[in-house]
C-alpha cells in the first residue's frame, strides 16, 4: 500500500496545519524551548485490535508519513514500503541535480531498515500487530525512530471563533488513549497587538496552564495560543498548538447574571443539589427574519449571533456550579462543539434529545463527581400517546376530536427522561424529567395531554424500572400559574371542565378529567416572569420537585425588572436569551 501524506488522511494534522498558517516559522514554540526533550524522532502506531489495519506515521525526510497497513501482513512488508519510499524521494532529489553528482549504483543509496527491541532485530516474518511494541526502535539508516504504541492523542482539538474579555475560553478536545485530566495545558497571548502578523520573535507570553483561560481587558486586541499535550497519567502525547481565528474583544459590562453568581460561588456539599433550567433560544430561532424585526428589534444584531451569545452562556452557566442542568432550545451544533466542551471543563457531563424534524432539542447536564447515568427512557410525547398502550384511554379521548389529535400528532414535542444516581449514596436514585411544550398562546388544550403523557410515563418509570427514584420535573411549560397545566402539577388533578380544554374554541375542545399521582411543588415558586419579551411578560419555566424527597434550601434570585429592561427587553446584549435561568438548591431527605 502507498504511503499517504498525512494532511490528507489525518483530520487533526489537517486542522493543525490550518492554524499553522496563520503563524510565522520564527514565531512558532519549540520542543526545545518548551522544554520538551525529543532524544530521538518519534514513530506512532495507533493498533486497535477491534480495526483491521494499524497506521505507522513518522517524518521522513522532512515530510510527515503515513502508512496503513494490515495488522495480520508480515512486518517485512511494511519495512520493504518505507524503503522504497525513501528510495523514490532520492531519485526525485536527484533528478534535479546534475548528472555527474548522480549515483551510478541506486541500491547502494537504499538504507538498511530494520524494526528492533533491545537492539535486537524483530524477525520480518512477524505480523505486524505483535511486531510494532512500544518502546522498539525504527531504524532507518543512520536515523532511530522510537516506537510509540497508541500514546495519548488529540483527535479534535479546537478553540472558539469568538473570544471576549472577561469570558471564559473552553477549547473543544477529544483525545484516544488518555484523559483530558491528566493532560497539560499551556496558554500563551501575543506580547503585543499583530505581534504575531508581524513575526515578531518573541511574540508569545505565557498566560496561564488551566483547561480554561479567561481573558481580562489588559489582553483586548490580542491573540491567544494553546498548546495542549494529551496525557494518561503516565505518558505523553504529541502536543498540539492552536492560535486564536481573532484577536480578544471587549466584553459587555455588567450582565444581567452577574450579581446571582454571588450566591452560587461553590459547589453544593453532597446532602444538596444545585439545579438549574433554562431555555436558552435555539439559533435557529434567533436568526430568523422574523426575530430580528418583530420579535427582538430591540436587540443589536450582533447580541443575537450564536458565537456571541455561546460566550455569554457559557460564563453564566459556569458560574452557577450547578450539579443538575436542563437546557431547552438547544442547538445540536451548540451541545457538540460549544456547550459540551466548556461545560466538561467545568466538571459536568450531557446528554442530548434532539426534536424530530427539528435543529434543536434538549440537554441534561450533571455533575460527574456526584452524579451517575443509570438510564434514559426519552419519548416524543404525540408518539407515546398515540402507541403506547399505556395512554390507550387518553387516545380515545382525544380521538373523539379528529382536529385536535391531528394537531397533537404533528407536533414533535420531547420529554428526556434521565435517570440519574448519587454517588456518596447509591440509595438516592433521581428521575429527572427534561422538557419544551407546545408553544401557543391558544394550546392550552394541547399542553393539557402533553403533560398528562408526560407523567403517567415518568410513574412507570419510578415505580417499575427503578422504585423508589424522586422526581425532579423541569423545563419551559409554556403555561402561566393560572393555567390548567400548572394546577394539576401543583394541585393534583383538573377537571374535565377546566377552560384550557376550550382554550382553541369548540371545535379542538374535549373534556377530560386528568390526575397526577406525584406530589409535587414549585421549587422556585411562581416568579412575576421568565420570559420577557417585548409583547409578553410572564412565568414559563417551571422546576417541579416532590418536597417528601428534596427540599428546598435556597432559590438564586431573578435578575429585577430594572436590569432586564436595561435594554428594553431581552435577549440583550448583557443576557443571551429570552428566558431567564431557574436556579434553586435542594437538599436531600
Not at 88 to 112: F, I, L, M, W, Y
Not at 141 to 164: H, Q, R
Not at 461 to 470: D, F, S
Request: charged share 20%.
Amino acid at each position: 500500500m502507498l504511503f499517504i501524506s498525512a494532511l490528507m488522511l489525518n483530520r487533526l494534522t489537517l486542522s493543525t496545519k490550518l492554524f499553522y498558517r496563520f503563524i510565522p516559522p520564527s514565531s512558532i514554540l519549540t520542543h526545545r524551548n518548551l522544554g520538551f526533550n525529543m532524544n530521538m524522532e518519534r514513530c506512532v502506531v495507533r493498533c486497535v485490535p477491534r480495526e483491521s489495519k494499524l497506521t505507522i506515521s513518522f517524518n521522513l525526510n522532512g515530510s510527515d508519513k503515513q502508512m496503513l497497513r494490515e495488522q495480520t501482513e508480515p512486518l517485512g512488508k511494511a519495512l520493504a514500503r518505507i524503503a522504497n519510499s525513501l528510495v523514490k524521494g532520492q531519485n526525485k532529489a536527484k533528478k534535479s541535480k546534475p548528472s555527474k553528482e548522480r549515483s551510478e549504483t541506486p541500491e547502494a543509496d537504499k538504507p538498511e531498515i530494520s524494526l528492533r527491541v533491545n537492539e535486537t532485530r524483530v524477525p520480518e516474518d512477524t505480523v505486524n500487530a505483535h511486531a510494532w511494541l512500544d518502546g522498539a526502535v525504527l531504524h532507518i539508516g543512520d536515523s532511530k525512530y522510537k516506537v510509540e504504541l497508541n500514546p495519548p492523542t488529540l483527535t479534535v482539538c479546537e478553540l472558539p471563533a469568538s473570544l471576549m474579555a472577561g469570558f471564559p475560553v473552553c477549547p473543544k478536545l477529544e483525545m484516544e488513549f488518555g484523559d483530558l485530566s491528566h493532560s497539560k495545558f499551556n496558554w500563551f497571548k501575543e506580547s503585543s497587538p499583530k505581534a504575531l502578523m508581524r513575526g515578531d520573535q518573541d511574540c508569545w507570553t505565557e498566560a496561564g496552564c488551566e483547561r480554561v483561560f479567561t481573558p481580562s481587558n489588559q489582553d483586548i486586541g490580542l491573540r491567544v495560543m494553546l498548546r495542549c499535550t494529551p496525557g494518561d497519567g503516565s505518558r505523553f502525547g504529541e502536543p498540539k498548538e492552536l492560535v486564536s481565528p481573532g484577536v480578544v474583544e471587549a466584553g459587555p459590562g455588567t450582565c444581567s447574571f452577574d450579581n446571582r453568581h454571588m450566591f452560587t460561588q461553590k459547589v453544593t456539599d453532597e446532602s444538596s443539589l444545585r439545579v438549574v433550567s433554562y431555555n436558552i433560544l435555539a439559533d435557529v430561532y434567533a436568526q430568523t427574519d422574523l426575530s430580528k424585526t418583530v420579535l427582538y428589534p430591540y436587540c443589536a444584531p450582533y447580541a443575537l449571533e450564536l458565537d456571541y451569545r455561546q460566550n455569554l452562556l457559557k460564563k453564566e452557566l459556569s458560574g452557577y456550579h450547578a450539579d443538575l442542568v436542563c437546557l431547552q432550545e438547544v442547538d445540536k451544533g451548540a451541545f457538540v462543539g460549544s456547550l459540551s466542551p466548556a461545560l466538561d471543563a467545568f466538571g459536568l457531563e450531557g446528554v442530548f434529545r434532539i426534536k424530530e424534524r427539528q435543529h434543536e432539542g434538549l440537554a441534561t447536564y450533571f455533575r460527574r463527581s456526584k452524579l451517575k447515568l443509570l438510564q434514559q427512557y426519552d419519548i416524543m410525547l404525540s408518539e407515546a400517546l398515540m402507541k403506547d398502550p399505556l395512554h390507550r384511554e387518553l387516545m380515545e379521548k382525544v380521538s373523539a376530536n379528529p382536529s385536535l389529535k391531528e394537531k397533537i400528532g404533528s407536533r414533535s414535542t420531547m420529554l428526556q427522561v434521565t435517570v440519574l444516581q448519587s454517588l456518596c449514596d447509591p440509595s438516592r436514585i433521581l428521575c429527572v424529567g427534561n422538557t419544551h411544550l407546545y408553544w401557543h398562546p391558544k394550546g392550552g388544550n394541547v399542553r393539557l395531554v402533553q403533560i398528562a403523557v408526560a407523567l403517567k410515563h415518568m410513574k412507570q418509570i419510578v415505580t417499575e424500572k427503578h422504585p423508589g427514584a424522586g422526581l425532579i420535573f423541569s423545563g419551559d411549560f409554556n403555561s402561566t400559574p393560572s393555567s390548567g397545566l400548572f394546577q394539576l402539577m401543583c394541585e393534583g388533578s383538573v377537571s374535565e371542565n377546566h377552560d384550557d380544554w376550550a382554550s382553541n374554541g369548540p371545535e379542538e375542545q374535549i373534556q377530560v378529567g386528568l390526575m397526577n399521582s406525584f406530589q409535587l411543588a414549585s421549587a422556585c415558586g411562581v416568579p412575576a416572569f421568565t420570559n420577557y419579551v417585548g409583547g409578553f411578560q410572564g412565568c414559563l419555566d417551571y422546576i417541579f420537585v416532590e418536597p417528601h424527597v428534596l427540599q428546598v434550601e435556597q432559590v438564586i434570585p431573578l435578575p429585577s425588572l430594572q436590569e432586564v429592561t436595561t435594554c428594553v427587553a431581552l435577549p440583550s446584549v448583557s443576557h443571551p436569551s429570552d428566558h431567564i435561568a431557574l436556579v434553586c438548591d435542594l437538599k436531600w431527605k
